[in-house]
């Protein structure tokens, strides 16, 4: 992987660390949560074969090339796999009401290119698979993490 790729802009990994200190930091997650600290979304990308792959790895899972460069992408996909959550641990840092959907993502840059996060801005009745969604930002804990909501499409789609 090319250590010289900085997509988390100039974030450095002490500010990383600091701003998400459960995380295990380490050189390949660096550039995701460095990502999450300029509101993109990283993944990797083989620049030997193009494929896009998450999380992070030092090798491509398609062609076992070490050339994986991470690599932002658009956020913007269709809900593949949707879970309702009626209970989780209780928090007052999160404000979600139950059910609390999470959705496995497939994002527009690759098929079975996925990303796992919760769905916002969206009753829960409207959350369905293959909605379309957009990337947006939520705060925990003082950081952001990246969310998904309905896209402007998912407007004129069953509205």
Same mark, same amino acid.
């Given at each position: 992987?090319?250590?010289? *790729?900085?997509?988390? &802009?100039? @974030?450095?990994?002490? /500010?990383? +660390?600091?701003?998400? !200190?459960?995380?295990?930091?380490?050189?390949?997650?660096?550039?995701?949560?460095?990502?999450?600290?300029?509101?993109?979304?990283?993944?990797?990308?083989?620049?030997?074969?193009?494929?896009?792959?998450?999380?992070?790895?030092?090798?491509?899972?398609?062609?076992?090339?070490?050339?994986?460069?991470?690599?932002? *992408?658009?956020?913007? &996909?269709? @809900?593949?796999?949707? /879970?309702? +959550?009626?209970?989780? !641990?209780?928090?007052?840092?999160?404000?979600?009401?139950?059910?609390?959907?999470?959705?496995?993502?497939?994002?527009?840059?690759?098929?079975?290119?996925?990303?796992?996060?919760?769905?916002?801005?969206?009753?829960?009745?409207?959350?369905?698979?293959?909605?379309?969604?957009?990337?947006?930002?939520?705060?925990?804990?003082?950081?952001?993490?990246?969310?998904?909501?309905?896209?402007?499409?998912?407007?004129?789609?069953?509205?």
């Amino acid at each position: 992987m090319s250590a010289d *790729v900085n997509f988390g &802009g100039d @974030v450095s990994d002490e /500010t990383i +660390l600091e701003r998400y !200190p459960a995380i295990r930091l380490d050189r390949l997650n660096k550039h995701h949560y460095g990502g999450y600290l300029s509101h993109r979304l990283v993944v990797g990308r083989c620049a030997d074969c193009g494929r896009w792959h998450t999380p992070l790895r030092p090798r491509c899972p398609e062609c076992w090339a070490d050339a994986v460069v991470p690599t932002p *992408v658009s956020g913007r &996909g269709a @809900v593949h796999l949707l /879970t309702l +959550l009626h209970q989780g !641990p209780p928090s007052a840092r999160v404000t979600y009401s139950p059910p609390w959907p999470l959705a496995a993502v497939e994002l527009v840059e690759q098929t079975g290119l996925r990303f796992v996060a919760t769905i916002v801005d969206c009753p829960s009745d409207r959350v369905r698979i293959g909605l379309p969604v957009e990337l947006t930002w939520i705060t925990r804990d003082g950081a952001p993490w990246p969310a998904f909501r309905p896209s402007s499409e998912a407007a004129h789609v069953g509205a």
